[in-house]
């Protein structure tokens, strides 16, 4: 893990409490829109061609980290479609982290048997989604017949996770097909001595449908957790029972909304810098209805963008959006964008953040 990253996660967020300047503390790129999997539950693997166009080559991509890290943020992920894809993915990694950021990649897991010491060696936190424990059902979720790949990916990423200074989480989407087997894949976890499992719920939206292809697996009918209420509430309380004594790193505030019903939050997009494969920001956030994209590639800085009237203008006007109840953006804005709320989630972030920057630091 690149030095001095606690320092600066405590500084920007006492810099946001105090100055109110609404800083971000995270970078994403959409490395790829390009995927190996049909997932059942994402349009993404299953859209059509023409949103699939166009990547940053290396350079691009390396100039994206150049002003991540100008911005002093903290972390940035590769996401997909699947990142490994790209053929320079461990050495964008390996540069991102050279530039102070830490590094976290979100993957399918599918080419990860193949290339274990590569990528634990590229990246801090590597997060492989798992979400069975059954090789045909994970058929019928992720689209391919690979699951034995993928667990012997896992296994043997964790058993160089040390050695390479890598911290292996596993990634479990909730969908209809496995709630049922949640809490076994969070004792699998600990039993193979990952660092942690994230579990959330799939998110759907009404659009996607009018993204996907001929051959497309994407079914939301089938796959919407939403059908079973009581299915939901009894796996939520299991959960949060559990987290005491399993790595359960998704936080209570965001698991007790699926027990409540209340689906009520603030978001905090501007905790995130979204860039999309083009090498483009999404402002205010990926999701909006009025997001607009600017090139970190063209001569404007990232520093410069944020500051823009019109963008300040645009993060101001989703001050009280509630379209849509992603994990990825809701827990961060509970936990982070709301610490006083949510005290306990923020203690327990940050001693996960001491405990993989020790195992990463050595
Ligand atoms: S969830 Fe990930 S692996 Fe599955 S189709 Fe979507 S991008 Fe691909
Ligand atoms: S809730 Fe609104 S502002 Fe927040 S990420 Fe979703 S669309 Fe964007």
């Known amino acids: 893990m690149p030095k001095g990253v606690q ?22 790129v959409e490395a790829t829109r390009r995927c190996n999997s049909r997932c059942s539950f994402c349009p993404i693997g299953n859209e ?64 990860l048997a193949d290339h274990t010491d590569e990528y634990t060696r590229a990246i801090d936190n590597l997060v492989v989604s798992l979400d069975t424990l059954d090789p045909q059902k994970y058929k019928e979720i992720r689209g391919v017949d690979k699951f034995d790949d993928v667990v012997e990916g896992i296994e043997a990423a964790v058993n160089v996770s040390k050695k390479n200074k890598c911290v292996v989480v596993l990634n479990t989407v909730i969908c209809s097909a496995n709630m049922s087997e949640i809490p076994d894949i969070v004792k699998y976890a600990k039993r193979i001595g990952a660092g942690g499992i994230m ?57 007790k909304t699926f027990l409540t019903g209340d689906f009520d939050y603030t978001c905090h997009p501007y905790l995130f810098c979204c860039v999309n494969r083009l090498g483009e920001i999404a402002i205010p956030c990926w999701d909006s209805k009025i997001t607009k994209f600017y090139s970190l590639l063209d001569g404007k800085s990232l520093r410069e963008i944020w500051r823009m009237p019109e963008v300040v203008a645009s993060r101001k006007a989703v001050k009280d959006c509630k379209s849509c109840y992603m994990h990825c953006i809701v827990e961060p804005s509970k936990v982070v964008g709301e610490p006083f709320h949510n005290l306990g989630d923020l203690m327990e972030w940050i001693g996960v953040m001491r405990k993989n920057g020790k195992a990463i630091m050595g």
């Open 48 to 111: 059509r061609q023409e949103f699939k166009k166009g990547e940053m080559t290396t350079e691009e991509f390396k100039k994206v980290f150049d002003q991540f890290a100008d911005f002093d943020l903290i972390v940035t992920s590769f996401l997909g479609g699947e990142p490994t894809l790209r053929k320079d993915f461990a050495e964008l990694g390996h540069y991102a982290r050279e530039k102070g950021l830490i590094t976290q990649a979100v993957t399918n897991g599918l080419t």
């Open 199 to 255: 579990v959330d719920f799939a998110t759907f939206h009404d659009y996607w449908t009018t993204m996907t292809d001929e051959h497309s697996t994407y079914d939301p009918k089938k796959m919407d957790w939403r059908r079973d209420s009581k299915g939901v509430q009894k796996l939520v309380r299991q959960l949060m029972a559990m987290k005491k004594e399993y790595p359960i790193l998704t936080s209570r505030s965001y698991l």
């Open 7 to 28: 320092r600066r996660f405590v500084k920007r967020f006492l810099h946001n409490r105090v100055s109110g300047r609404k800083l971000p503390f995270f970078g994403s």
